[in-house]
């Protein structure tokens, strides 16, 4: 009796050794095949649907313990041609009853329309009767097709996909605690595009509710993707969700400590549903066909002797000379730009080493190039209410396999001991003796909490970010000075600075004088 056990035993395990591919694939398959058939995914080729609901603008958060910054989703309206491999959406935002503070460009004046394509390798938006094209986006416009609950069935069930199959109990996926019974889940998971690990949640009714991947991400890394799909309808056999919820980064805020409140990305209910019924096919323009990622660009101008205003296509920093080490205002955007900023540091302040990089604000367009010039030796400056972000998920130890950046592909020493920033409450000089930086806290800023601006007092240079962008020379000034400026205007008053020239982030170089028109003040502070 014990020996048949054990030969049997050592009957089944041999059996699954040889072939636990075959049958955890047939699985998956079946899974698969039983969510298209509920779904009604091998009838459905292209879909258009329409809805409302909110966007969040993901990096953009007053407070970096806040959610992403909320902008009404007044209306929305997406094709996907499966076959075509090709979407069009088109978006009005507006600022709607959402609380007019953080992020750029917030509050929105009036409406904005966007319309965004992809088709294929290329991506384009067109602003009204032009084609912008729009290369570095087309990825993961492509992917995003393909995290569609029907664009997931068909991707896992296309030749060479491979899915495999993820069983589990879960509980608390919809909110709930105690209260919610335990399901039995189907995971399938699969790689999509050659790179992207997607995973689809399929119910009991063989309904795909969640679809999550990670996207690369300058401060995130490879950051959490994921759309929760519910309320189904049926429209023309055809299964479809009536209600769209995505996270960008994870919906972790309610677990103290909370560094980084930023999940919700979008959320709409659908209004309109066509199935099958798509209009003409959409055609890649000439112009997105030719289209590549332009090279990034520094172009230094001298401010005052050892101040270099290092001007980029969207976003700028300041080099400052010291005795012996350079301080490097703002390493925005990505690794790329930090590089190239660095490089335009070097030589025109040669032989010196970057001994700090001073970060304005914690917005991810102004935060993308810290791990960089960290990684180049530098400590990073900032406001104190952004460190525990950084220290715990920004200048972190954690692989990044979609994009490594310097940072994940070498751990330099320093990093294992701690020592990544520098912070300051109110006031902090940077100084070597002779020269001064001094960093201020911006108090009360519309745009985000913990901002900081630096000034330089014997050439009274002030640098800020997205607080005051100046206009195009000879454009006009606004009726309405925004809130942002006029608050600039009392943290200069309140510190008592004598500003001669604004050197800001964005736009260009203007003299203190036009700063004051431009705030519908005139003559001196
Ligand atoms: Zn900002
Ligand atoms: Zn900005």
């Not at 047939?26 to 899974?31: G, I, K, L, P, S």
């Not at 779904?39 to 958060?61: D, F, I, P």
């Not at 995973?199 to 759309?227: F, H």
């Not at 070097?346 to 700090?356: L, M, S, V």
Request: with cysteine.
């Amino acid at each position: 009796m014990a020996r048949r056990i054990a030969i049997c035993v050592g009957l089944s395990v041999a059996l699954a050794a040889a072939s636990p591919d075959v049958t955890h694939a047939q699985t998956a398959q079946a899974v698969l095949q039983a969510a298209a058939q509920a779904m009604g995914t091998n009838t459905l080729r292209c879909v258009t649907y329409t809805g409302a609901g909110y966007v969040g603008l993901v990096g953009q958060n007053y407070d970096i313990r806040d959610d992403w910054a909320r902008v009404e989703l007044a209306s929305f309206t997406r094709t996907i041609n499966f076959e075509q491999r090709a979407a069009r959406e088109e978006r009005v935002i507006r600022q709607g009853s959402y609380p007019a503070r953080g992020g750029g460009g917030i509050p929105i004046q009036g409406e904005q329309r966007q319309i965004q394509l992809v088709s294929d390798k290329f991506a384009w938006n067109v602003q009204g009767t032009n084609t912008v094209p729009q290369p570095a986006a087309a990825e993961l416009r492509q992917l995003d097709l393909w995290l569609n609950p029907h664009g997931f069935i068909k991707a896992a069930m296309a030749p060479g996909a491979n899915p495999i199959l993820i069983t589990r109990y879960e509980s608390g996926a919809l909110g709930g605690l105690s209260s919610v019974p335990m399901r039995r889940l189907n995971i399938i998971s699969i790689t999509v595009l050659g790179k992207y690990r997607v995973n689809g949640t399929i119910n009991d009714q063989n309904l795909v509710e969640r679809v999550q991947t990670w996207i690369p991400n300058p401060v995130r890394g490879d950051m959490n993707q994921e759309g929760e799909y519910s309320q189904w309808r049926d429209v023309s056999g055809v299964k479809f969700p009536g209600n769209f919820h995505h996270h960008t980064d994870w919906d972790d805020e309610t677990q103290p400590p909370n560094y980084n409140g930023g999940h919700n990305s979008l959320t709409f209910n659908v209004k309109d549903l066509r199935v099958n019924d798509c209009g003409e096919p959409i055609t890649v323009p000439q112009e997105a066909q030719k289209a590549t990622i332009p090279p990034v660009q520094v172009q230094t101008t001298k401010l005052a002797e050892g101040v270099y205003y290092l001007a980029g296509q969207s976003h700028h920093s300041v080099a400052v000379e010291f005795r012996d080490f350079t301080v490097l205002v703002e390493a925005p955007q990505n690794e790329p730009r930090a590089l190239a900023v660095i490089e335009a540091t070097y030589k025109a302040i040669p032989n010196k080493p970057i001994r700090y990089v001073v970060n304005s604000h914690h917005h991810f367009d102004h935060l993308g190039g810290i791990r960089t010039a960290f990684h180049e030796g530098a400590t990073i400056v900032t406001h104190h209410s952004n460190r525990d972000f950084y220290k715990q998920e920004v200048l972190t130890y954690a692989p990044r396999t979609l994009e490594p950046d310097r940072l994940s592909l070498h751990p330099p020493t320093e990093f294992a001991e701690g020592y990544q920033l520098e912070t300051i409450q109110m006031k902090g000089t940077i100084s070597d003796g002779t020269r001064n930086l001094d960093i201020y806290y911006v108090q009360g800023s519309p745009h985000a909490e913990g901002m900081v601006m630096a000034y330089l007092p014997r050439e009274r240079i002030l640098i800020e970010a997205d607080i005051f962008t100046p206009p195009a020379a000879g454009a006009q000034m606004p009726a309405t000075p925004p809130p942002a400026a006029v608050n600039l205007y009392d943290n200069i008053r309140a510190y008592r600075l004598d500003v001669q020239t604004i050197a800001p982030l964005h736009g260009r170089v203007v003299p203190f004088a036009e700063f004051l028109k431009f705030i519908g003040k005139s003559g001196t502070n």
